[in-house]
T-cell receptor, first 113, second 111 residues
Framework: DTGVSQDPRHKITKRGQNVTFRCDPI?????LYWYRQTLGQGPEFLTY????????KSRLLSDRFSAERPKGSFSTLEIQRTEQGDSAMYLC???????????FGSGTRLTVV | TQLLEQSPQFLSIQEGENLTVYCNSS?????LQWYRQEPGEGPVLLVT?????EVKKLKRLTFQFGDARKDSSLHITAAQPGDTGLYLC???????????FGAGTTVTVRA
């Protein structure tokens, strides 16, 4: 297992378009997290899955954002009707269980023009 | 409002010098972690501390968790250009599972 994989690494989109990002966690990890990081800031929590169940969503996750983790494996994060303020690095992390270390992916850098 | 405050925000030093980065909060954390992040990459875990007063050493890096589990520090001895990066502290509150991050300290070590 090569760790947490995220695809694409970079995405440039026009304002108003929809985008979808994918995260493949470490295979035995049942917990998966999405974070967003803007320039000069630390990552901010967006949402969390335990297996296929989405257990928490941050207030940062507006109605335009939706995340899924079908079958408890990979996860997708979709942003509808993108806005310039959505430009950020979207990070995915996974962990084996509560209290276990996170492993982060390399992130997807989104630029909305 | 950020749970964890890091200082300084930026640090630029000469190779061979020492540096210390601080992470403070008014909240008690069940564990605290330090990450290093390079441009365009995700954070990479350096260390996890869980016991108040704990000190961990990783080669030239020394990590300390405050007695009250509200603060931490990262000390680098004889810094090298390869230590350049964004250093992030992150903590987990009791009865929580998600990490809360500080804003980070950008460290630049000049050759």
């Amino acid at each position: 297992d090569t760790g947490v994989s995220q695809d694409p690494r970079h995405k440039i989109t026009k304002r108003g378009q929809n985008v979808t990002f994918r995260c493949d966690p470490i295979s035995e990890h049942n917990r998966l997290y999405w974070y967003r990081q803007t320039l000069g800031q630390g990552p901010e929590f967006l949402t969390y899955f335990q297996n296929e169940a989405q257990l928490e969503k941050s207030r940062l996750l507006s109605d335009r954002f939706s995340a899924e983790r079908p079958k408890g494996s990979f996860s997708t994060l979709e942003i509808q009707r993108t806005e310039q303020g959505d430009s950020a690095m979207y990070l995915c992390a996974s962990s084996l269980g509560q209290g276990d270390d996170y492993t982060f992916g390399s992130g997807t850098r989104l630029t909305v023009v | 409002t950020q749970l964890l405050e890091q200082s300084p925000q930026f640090l630029s030093i000469q190779e061979g010098e020492n540096l210390t980065v601080y992470c403070n909060s008014s909240s008690v954390f069940s564990s605290l972690q330090w990450y290093r992040q390079e441009p365009g990459e995700g954070p990479v875990l350096l260390v996890t501390v869980v016991t108040g007063g704990e000190v961990k050493k990783l080669k030239r890096l020394t990590f300390q968790f405050g007695d009250a589990r509200k603060d931490s520090s990262l000390h680098i001895t004889a810094a090298q250009p390869g230590d350049t990066g964004l250093y992030l502290c992150a903590g987990t509150l009791p009865n929580d599972y998600k990490l809360s991050f500080g804003a980070g300290t950008t460290v630049t070590v000049r050759a």
